[in-house]
């Protein structure tokens, strides 16, 4: 019982469907703005989220990639580096859109978030699980204050999913958490 919570858990928090929501939920709070639409975020989504999320997904159907959740470190790098491009092409055009500054940040730490992945997957297994998950918390606490904070023991629940199912240790979420945190605690205040 306890596996199939985590199984449940770990689709329930995926960083496609976390990265999704966040930017609909920034969206649709930028949207108070008077004359600006509550849905910024949905574009913000398609390029950082479902683009990728396509693209991993037929990466599975062909045989390249064993999951969608991709837990072979060595398969990583290629699809992060395709999520990051997609997310870029999302930003250089909702710049030229004139997206709301909140969406803009946002993808702009988004970006970073998976640079930073990125680069580390090369020599180790990093939790993008945790570090999307604490994220998110993190952003929402930027934009609807200290009751967002109340995802915090999600954020910790989707960690123990993680290594429940063995697809990290416990040294990969904490290091995914903080990373998450701090990327998201300091680029995407500093540019909203």
Known sequence: ????????????????????VLLLV????????PGV?????????????????GYVLHGVRRGRLTNHHIPERADR???????TASLV??????LALGAPRE???????GGVGLAAFALVTHWWKMSIHAGVASGTVVALTAVYGAVAMLGVPLVLL???ARVRLTAHTPAQVVVGALVGAVIAGTVFPALR
């Open 1 to 20: 019982m306890p596996d199939r919570i985590a199984i449940v858990v770990s689709e329930v928090l995926a960083p496609a469907v976390l990265v999704a």
């Open 37 to 53: 639409s509550r849905w910024w975020g949905l574009p913000g989504a398609l390029f950082a989220a479902v683009i990728p999320l």
């Open 26 to 33: 920034v969206g649709w709070h930028a949207g108070e703005t």
């Open 103 to 109: 969406i803009l940040a946002l993808l702009t730490a």
């Open 89 to 94: 092409a999302g930003l250089l055009l909702l």
């Open 77 to 83: 790098r290629i699809p992060l580096l395709f999520g």
């Open 158 to 160: 989707g960690c123990w």
